[in-house]
């Protein structure tokens, strides 16, 4: 089983649309967690940090659930601009950066 | 504030030779991590350096290695190199371990093509 799964897609949804990725983590000693985006040949941005307690940042809402060992990404009101890879991270330990990727999940926005 | 630059951009090998990668990390970043992100794939974690010490190391073997230098920026050396090490190289910075979220910064990477 991999460290950090995620459906790759892609997903192909019209602007506007509401779209959410999930990803899961085997590993329950994990400690914080990240959404980044790569567009095509780029390198990975950080899109937001994922907390417990759900954070917001505009359009983008990211839930993480320890019970169930999994991250989530909603994308709200969806533009062509959002067109990217979006790659789940889980940091495996405390004291170090240890960065374990998803594959990534392709998300295409049509006109 | 500066981010974090690599050279170079493109390179082009023959299998069996050796490669030299370099990073420059984003001011008062004195952490560095290395990736390889094979084409299609997720980025893997290579190893990290800290302290111009190797703090932290994934399933590579020891032909990758690396350095870094008193002013944070660091290197990586692939010795004999294999088809398979054709990938794009990441280099992503931060802060101490223990400092912030752990987030990290990456790159623009330098994509490497063995012949």
């Known amino acids: 089983r991999k460290e950090v799964e995620q459906d790759p897609g892609p997903f192909n949804v019209p602007e506007g649309a509401t779209v959410a990725f999930n990803c899961t983590y085997s590993?329950?000693?994990?400690?914080?967690f990240f959404w980044y985006r790569q567009d095509c040949r780029k390198e990975p941005k950080l899109l937001m940090s994922?907390?417990?307690s759900g954070n917001e940042d505009g359009r983008f809402t990211a839930q993480l659930n320890r019970a169930s060992q999994y991250i989530s990404l909603l994308i709200r009101d969806s533009k062509l601009s959002d067109s990217a890879t979006y790659l789940c991270?889980?940091?495996?330990?405390?004291?170090?950066?240890?960065?374990?990727f998803g594959t990534g999940t392709r998300l295409k926005v049509l006109a | 504030e500066t981010g974090v630059t690599q050279s170079p951009t493109h390179l082009i090998k023959t299998r069996g030779q050796q490669v030299t990668l370099r990073c420059s990390s984003q001011s008062g970043h004195n952490t560095v991590s290395w990736y390889q992100q094979a084409l299609g794939q997720g980025p893997q974690f290579i190893f990290q350096y800290y302290r111009e010490e190797e703090n932290g190391r994934g399933n590579f073997p020891p032909r990758f290695s690396g350095l870094q230098f008193p002013n944070y920026s660091s290197e990586l050396n692939v010795n004999a190199l294999e088809l398979d090490d054709s990938a794009l190289y990441l280099c992503?910075?931060?802060?101490?371990?223990?400092?912030?979220?752990?987030?990290?910064?990456f790159g623009p990477g330098t994509r490497l093509t063995v012949t």
């Open positions: 991270v889980v940091n495996m330990a405390s004291g170090t950066y240890k960065y374990i």
């Open positions: 994922v907390y417990s």
């Open positions: 992503a910075s931060s802060l101490p371990p223990g400092q912030g979220d752990y987030e990290q910064y």
């Open positions: 590993n329950s000693a994990s400690q914080s």
